[in-house]
């Protein structure tokens, strides 16, 4: 085996079969346009985000075996660096083309936020270069259900739910040619911007940087409260603290407060995320201690 220098996702070391299984897919395999939507449907749907080794006191691993060991081989989930850590390996593996970008999630604020967001720019090998490539973002928790296409004002309403892609400001004066792009969602009072990013290739190295960031400091929101996700084709489930809200594709929503005893049962049966040995005890504890 060639020596690895951080530039790839180590496609070759990834347990494939099993990975299917955990997401459900059944079809093909062939690195086709068609191929990514079916496995970036079937990952979101199937894999839950989640910050809980954070409130656990355990430093978040994004070796490939640990995230597989995590993702696949464990009823739980991960954050954004994780996910996408395991679909960049699983889409290298198949023979896509994959690169990592960093983006800086907003939901409609004004202020410039650290790039702590991780975004896949995806092409299938036989893609033209005329052809624009696909977005996948299957670590954000709410969707997109499938990927998008990198296209200026790109719109798309997947089972009901809405997302659009635009091209922003011109990042700097000296690099007149690289423009800022927004991500979109669809929200109960209109399109509410997501986060953005610019075509600037990161590495691994780079996501262990932002997951450091993310899981340690006391300015990250990570840090503070147990935050879940569950995405799928008809709901958004999301635990934020003891707060459980469903939303729907019409903007609907119902939410209510947990006791911090229903924490653990909770993320068992709306999100499919079972903890293990002492971890049940330590939820509880950590989320009593901040209600």
Partial sequence: MSEDHGHGWQGELLDLPAYLKRVGHDGGLAPTAATLRALHRAHVTSIPFENLEIMLGRPIELSLDAVQAKLVGRPRGGYCFEHNRLFAAVLERLGYEVAAVAGRVTLGAAKILPATHALLHVRPPDASRDEPAWLCDVGFGAGPLEPLRLVDGEEAVQDGWGFRLRRGRTVTTWTPHTAEWEMHQ?????????????????????????SYYVSTSARSPFTTRPFVQK?????????????????????????????????????????????????????????????
Wanted: net charge negative.
């Fill in 186 to 210: 669809r929200g109960p009072g209109g399109w509410v911007q997501r986060h953005t990013f610019v075509l600037n290739e990161v590495f691994r190295i780079d996501f262990e940087v932002g």
């Fill in 231 to 291: 995405f799928s084709s008809d709901a958004l489930r999301v635990l934020d603290g003891t707060k459980l809200t469903v939303t729907r594709p019409d903007g609907t929503a119902e939410s209510r407060t947990l006791a911090p005893e229903d924490v653990p049962g909770t993320l068992a049966e709306d999100f499919g995320i079972v903890l293990e040995g002492e971890d049940p005890d330590r939820l509880i504890e950590f989320v009593r201690a901040r209600s």
